[in-house]
């Protein structure tokens, strides 16, 4: 099954602060990654083509990076996620700046069934988190939507009946 899922948020801000934000994922100065509610990003090394890791189950490698612009990250696991995900700024004509996430794979085995019932639902609520850490970063309000009931019962059973509450970002 192809899968083409995308999220993005126009900005108020220039393209260099949004690229800054792409170049800070999982560092100590991160503000992208919704850590404060979602398994950390991590690395073996700082960005670059090649770094291995992943936040939770889902892992990959940076595959393609151009600093300030986009990174390209290729799936290892789950099995059956093969294909891609991508940040990237888009210069809009009207100079509005767009930060936006681009997941495009195919799925296949077991990942038939987990993607849409577990995966996507999850998916779809980390970047949009994502999407309101990177505003909250630059100083502007998030679109802060409430986690869907559905949500916040994955989140429960995935914890062990221990999730952590949704927050704003800080």
Do not use: C
């Not at 997941?103 to 949009?128: A, C, K, Q």
């Not at 988190?129 to 502007?140: E, F, I, K, P």
């Amino acid at each position: 099954m192809k899968v083409i899922n995308v999220h993005e948020r126009a900005l108020d801000a220039t393209a260099e602060q949004v690229g800054a934000l792409i170049d800070s994922l999982a560092s100590e100065e991160d503000g992208l990654w919704p850590h404060h509610v979602w398994p950390q990003m991590e690395f073996d090394r700082p960005l670059a083509v090649g770094a291995t890791g992943g936040h939770g189950p889902i892992r990959y490698f940076v595959e393609e990076y151009a600093p300030g612009q986009f990174i390209r990250f290729s799936f290892t696991k789950p099995k059956g996620f093969n294909g891609t995900h991508r940040f990237e700024v888009v210069q809009m004509p009207e100079r509005a700046v767009v930060l936006r996430h681009t997941l495009d794979m195919t799925v296949n085995g077991f990942s038939l069934f987990s993607w849409p019932l577990i995966y996507r639902p999850i998916h779809d609520t980390v970047f949009e988190d994502a999407l309101d850490r990177a505003q909250t970063s630059l100083g502007q309000t998030p679109q802060i939507v409430p986690w869907s009931p559905r949500v916040r019962f994955l989140r429960w059973v995935l914890s062990g009946g221990k999730p952590r509450p949704q927050i704003p970002p800080v």
